[in-house]
């Protein structure tokens, strides 16, 4: 039988499936490798060679690929409905088919079925799938691939694991930094900061803390042509550039605050130095990140303080402002009506299924309500242990914080005025100095425990709270507005029509 086959008639028609993982070491055959010693096996057989063969590049078999493999698909699907157009199935060793039995077994019954050979290259033989002892050492083969498959999967999930827990790199390098590698051995000797990168990385964080949003970042950016951190290879976004949520993903990176990240945990401390300070980046720069009140990223240039913020009472939508005509028309000597004086008021503009327009109150009244009750709350003592909604424990934590803080501000009160009655400032200086880290180090555990946005913080600690906010860029006081509230403008109630002057009572504060 088997020299019947090594001389078959002229009608017998070879057809490859040519298939390849990523080679990175260059260890394996390539495709174009593989047709190569395909043909030339297929010419030694006295077959012919079909011109369309099945092709997979980079395609991984095991039942760990990520990526599906189309063409051994359009294999399965032409041998299931016979468009094979073949007598022999070509591959050059049975790991190129499939590193999954359940695949093998499904791929041999066809064969079986459509009365079709299968030849192994590296064997250099053909198996007769109806033949039990061929089959039976393909199904071997098989068993053997998935099996050498999930080891090789097990044994780099230990070494990334490992890698991860010692601190060291993996993977494709990182934005920001640069690999060096030994001249001799061609081993990674370090990992240094990139020259230019790195100052994209450290600006970015420096200007999401000043109050900037990741729109303006981008723009800026993309206005001075800085290459963006993971360039887009589709057609259609390859001119985005930089873009406001490749801005916050980056910033969001642990590895840029020196830290190792494995399966979205954080396991070492990494081996590459810190692009951004790891205490500045978790105490103040991730809060930000994650805060709820910075998810709209669209940067207008924004001239009201409430703009986009305040809500409407009746439907929910966001205000916008409008103009409002103010007094009665006038008219010149000749009848033509003279330019009629307005006054700015947030509109709600609706939302989907409703109009809008539900209500409306002046820029000027609603600012000065806003404001007052942003003061007065930052004014309260108690101020930072209402934020969020903490555990028992923290909330103790924080009453305990804040205890200590008002208490040394009290201690260097009487200070001052002892120092003051026996006109010696040196003893004020001198217990300044002692007690101000103590402050300092309670404010920063407070930073830590609070949920919001540390420029909140700031600001509630700071000696005037009025004068702070009055000196604060609009930017910034809409940045404070957000994370602390959003306002409801409720409709002019029966009592409220006619009144004149600011209405509080129908402003509700929407406390975060």
Known sequence: MQDERQCPSEATVAREYLRVSRDRHGTGKSPNQQHAENAKAVAQWGWALHPSPYRDDDRSASRYAAKDRENFRRLIDDLEEGRFEADVLVIWESSRGSRRTGEWVNLIELCEERGILIFVTT???????????????MLEDAVDSEYESAKTSERIRRDVQAAAEEGRVHGKNLYGYRRIYDEKTGQLSHIEPDPEQSGIVQEAAHRVLAGETYYSIARSFNERSVPPRRPSHKPHRAHLGWTPAAVKSMLSTPAYAGKRQHRGAIVAQAVWPPLIDPDLWERKLLPLLNNPARKRTNDWPAR????????????????????????????????????REHYNTYVCQGVPGKTGFHVAMKTTHLDQVVTEHVIARLERVDFITTLGQQDENVDAEMRVLVQEIESHRRYLDEVREHAAKRHDMSILFDQEDRVRPLIDAAQASLERLAATDPLVIDIASADSIRETWEGLTLADKRRVVRALMTPRINRVGDQGRGRKGVNTERVEPGWR
């Open 123 to 137: 064997h250099r033989r053909e198996y007769d799938p109806s033949n039990a002892r061929d089959r039976r050492s």
């Open 304 to 339: 009201h303080l409430l703009t986009g913020i305040a809500v409407c009472g009746e439907c929910g939508g966001r205000v916008r402002v409008g103009k409002q005509n103010n007094g009665r028309p006038k008219y010149d000597e000749g009848g033509r009506p003279l330019p």
